[in-house]
């Protein structure tokens, strides 16, 4: 019998596994709506938004006994920000990143592999890239990117509201609560941008998508990828700062 562990001391692989599963749940259901023959196809976007709360609660449930995963860049530097910017948590950001970003090619893949046979089937090039990363309803990049500090902001506010200072959650009720943040974010401020809220979410899964031979695919609009990863940058950290300014950790 083989038995999977993580090291006590690793932070990459519980990053990768629940991020891979957060893709996997995430963008699938947007695969699920969106392709052509699909069960699920144009069953909207409340299926959606619960879609990707629910990939959350999977990926930071999978992994809550290893010590949790933020499973977002954001997130991570958030921590960071509301740790005060200590070396201890800065040292670590590299690996959490490349955890993350490698679990959201994984996870990408998976989602291409299952909808293998729709996406020939599937006329519109744009909602072939609209499974794997976001893209606005009104372009407007400066705009775009107030949505998605803003968005990330509530994200990474409302985690440490539900964690206290830890900004990962473990417990059962911790983690539906994150979950439900994301599904909340996603009805009431995802319209103008999709709501990345997620660097990896977004640049990992438009590079798969850049990557793997899908039939009339189109561009992977590489001129507002750098949306989606910016501002949920800036939100988390802007998140992570004021959380500490008005909970400082004794």
């Known amino acids: 019998m083989i038995v999977l562990t993580f090291n006590s001391g690793s932070v990459f692989f519980p990053e990768l596994v629940g991020t891979a599963l957060l893709i996997l749940m995430g963008c699938g259901v947007v695969a699920g709506v969106l392709l052509a023959h699909s ?31 933020s499973l977002n860049p954001a997130v991570t530097l958030g921590i960071w920000a509301n740790d005060g910017f200590s070396s201890s948590f800065g040292d670590k950001i590299p690996t959490y990143i490349a955890g993350e970003f490698c679990g959201a090619f994984l996870g990408a893949f998976l989602v291409y592999l299952a909808y293998y046979l729709h996406w020939k089937d599937t006329e519109d090039p744009g909602l072939k890239l609209a499974v794997f990363s976001t893209g606005p309803a009104v372009r407007n990049y400066a705009w775009n990117l107030v949505t998605e500090i803003i968005g990330t902001f509530v994200l990474v506010f409302g985690i440490f509201s539900v964690t ?36 990896a979410r977004d640049l990992g899964p438009r590079i798969i998508h850049a990557l793997v031979p899908i ?26 700062m004021a959380h500490h300014a008005l909970f400082p950790i004794s």
């Open 215 to 240: 039939p009339g695919k189109g561009s992977s609009d590489w001129a507002y990828s750098w949306v989606p990863v910016v501002g949920p940058l800036i939100g988390g950290l802007l998140g992570g």
């Open 39 to 69: 069960k699920a196809q144009n069953s909207g976007w409340i299926v959606i938004t619960f879609g990707w709360g629910l990939g959350v609660m999977i990926g930071a449930a999978s992994v809550a006994d290893y010590g949790g995963a």
């Open 164 to 199: 206290g200072n830890s900004g990962i959650a473990q417990s059962g009720t911790g983690i539906l609560f994150v979950a439900l943040i994301v599904v909340g974010i996603g009805l009431s401020l995802g319209g103008p941008t999709g709501y990345a809220i997620n660097p």
